[in-house]
């Protein structure tokens, strides 16, 4: 009898092995290993003709952080965080709740702030592009309705990250609105009512009532938008590739430019490493603080 | 008071989707307009739809829709059997180690495939998969997320009917392909929304593995023909980026409701 269950266990592992093999072995290929080669080939230098790669160490890490070009870049992208993640998800709360609300044409409404979502971050830029055109451009001809001049809204070092800026939160503000869509869907109507018979004001039902109720919900998208803050820089190829004078240039376009512009993969490497690094920190941070104090399902 | 500021909710919710909408609305109208009535906003302009001819004479779109859907299928088919055989052995099966290897695969969620260029297209072109459809899409096929939505819709599968399929003399392939995928359709049809909706979008990786019209995608494409290099107008790429987004756009209106749903089930864990 024994023996029955040593043998029925052995194969119950021998299966879920196998189950799990194709994903293994592509999650080894695609991301584990790659990982590691990525760390491996950041401590090396790069190799050119006369001079093979060899190991220098941390030198690659010390040489971006002498870089102000990498300065640049991280400020930008912390700006870029800082500006997309509070502003996508403070617009995607009114939407919520409007669109949650007794409002007339609510089914366009929703649909004008979701469309965004299955459109490509190419399209998206091609769209804004028109947008931004110094005097042709619809923001310019607004503005001179207004007798305000012509502005390049992409050309200059003062607007580019916000101009791309917008274009972000343009696209992700009604990805984030479905989420707390549905979460408000989830708050019992008895709440509503109790408030109305103790004579709360509707500001101060959502305040009290409903916002503290979204919190996981908002912490669960400022996961998302925190990892899309990385990830997020395809309209950059379209609207400004990182100009001008790399004013609009975030971390995982300038790693793309490092390799296959510049052809420099040590420090392309070394830069992954860092945001990997800051990524394990947010997964960190989700998996043990987070998940324990949030309950989604 | 409480009407008035009613009204003024209203007003602010559709001011706000004018906004939102109004960028979409904008090409679809220069793409149909010469480029000099698109910029002046000349709204008694006529008509026309020489800006598509224009669009489509210069690319080889035909070519670039067929390898999305072909990028789009190639991926949903081997998310699909990759994410099911281990979503299956997550939920269902028993075996030392198992644990420990789930947490690998979560932390995939945090090691983006997008991070990840280089390293992946050394891999990719090792392989000999540079620039082809499969080296575009293979990367995605073993996606974290999926994984843990199939164990999610596995383990809601009740143990009842795994019992009495084993009793009919069932084997594990049989009992996952009757009992187990049948039942998990909500959560398919739903990741594959939200998997086509992306992939279908993506940009970056495919610009790094493709090298010719013969595998690039649409995206890539697209911003090919948008380069101001190519010196094209306005409507012109207003033209293409409509036809580029037509076919997402159009089954996004009608399947709307199924899209957000999609993207809610993906989302909420």
Not at chain 1, 70 to 79: A, S
Not at chain 1, 184 to 212: C, F, H, N
Not at chain 2, 190 to 208: E, G, Q, R
Request: charged share 10%; with cysteine; aromatic share 14%.
């Amino acid at each position: 009898m024994a023996k029955h269950v040593d043998i029925e266990r052995r194969r119950q592992a021998i299966y879920g092995w196998i189950l799990l093999s194709p994903a293994a072995i592509l999650l080894t290929t695609f991301a584990f290993y790659p990982s590691l080669a990525t760390f491996w080939s950041s401590i090396f230098s790069r190799e050119t003709r006369r001079k093979p790669s060899e190991f220098v160490g941390a030198q690659n890490y010390t040489d971006l952080f002498a870089d102000p070009t990498f300065w640049k870049v991280v400020t930008n992208n912390l700006i870029y965080a800082g500006a997309t993640i509070p502003i996508s998800i403070a617009i995607a709360l009114a939407m919520a709740l409007w669109a949650n609300s007794k409002i007339p044409a609510r089914g366009f409404v929703r649909t004008a702030y979701f469309t965004p979502t299955v459109l490509p971050m190419i399209a998206a830029a091609n769209l804004w592009l028109f947008f931004y055109t110094p005097g042709l451009g619809v923001l310019d001809q607004i503005g001179a309705l207004f007798g305000l001049p012509s502005v390049n809204w992409l050309g200059q070092p003062e607007t580019a990250l916000w101009a791309v800026i917008i274009v972000t939160i343009w696209k992700e503000a009604g990805f984030f609105m479905i989420f707390y869509l549905a979460a408000l869907q989830t708050i019992p109507e008895d709440l509503k009512e109790a408030a109305d018979i103790e004579g709360a004001s509707r500001w101060m039902y959502t305040r009290r009532i409903v916002l503290p109720l979204l919190m996981p919900t908002t912490l669960f998208i400022m996961v998302n938008a925190l990892i899309n803050s990385v990830k997020l820089i395809d309209h950059l190829f379209i609207l400004t590739k990182g100009g001008p004078n790399d004013a609009s240039k975030l971390i995982l376009y300038y790693i793309w430019e490092m390799a296959f512009a510049f052809f420099d993969a040590p420090h392309a490497a070394a830069m992954t490493i860092l945001v990997l690094f800051v990524l394990g920190v947010v997964a960190g941070i989700k998996f043990t603080i987070l998940d324990k104090r949030t309950h989604y399902q | 008071m409480s009407t008035l500021s009613r009204h003024i909710e209203s007003f602010g919710a559709l001011l706000l989707a004018v906004i939102w909408i109004s960028p979409l609305l904008f090409a679809f109208w220069a793409a149909f307009h010469s480029t000099s009535d698109a910029v002046n906003f000349n709204l008694s302009a006529p008509w026309t739809l020489d800006n598509f001819r224009v669009a489509w004479e210069g690319a080889p779109w035909l070519k670039y829709f067929l390898n999305t859907f072909l990028l789009v299928t190639v991926i949903l088919i081997g998310q699909f059997i990759v994410t099911t055989l281990a979503g299956f052995a997550f939920a269902q099966v028993q075996f030392p180690g198992r644990d420990l290897v789930f947490i690998l695969v979560l932390m995939q969620l945090f090691i983006l495939p997008e991070v990840l260029i280089v390293e992946n297209y050394a891999m990719v072109s090792r392989l000999g998969l540079f620039d082809t459809i499969l080296g575009v899409g293979m990367p995605y096929m073993a996606s974290a997320f999926g994984i843990f939505l199939m164990r999610q819709a596995f383990k809601g599968v009740p143990i009842e009917l795994h019992e009495a399929a084993r009793v009919e003399g069932c084997g594990w392939f049989g009992i996952l392909w009757r009992v187990y995928v049948p039942l998990a359709r909500p959560t398919y049809l739903a990741y594959a929304l939200v998997s086509v909706s992306t992939h279908w979008n993506n940009f970056l990786w495919p610009l790094i593995v493709t090298n010719s019209p013969d595998t690039r995608p649409l995206t890539v494409g697209l911003s090919i023909f948008g380069a101001p290099e190519n010196g094209v107008d306005i409507s012109v790429i207003s033209a293409a980026t409509m036809m580029s987004v037509a076919p997402l756009l159009i089954a996004f209106l009608v399947f709307q409701r199924q899209f957000v749903q999609a993207f809610l089930r993906a989302g909420i864990k």
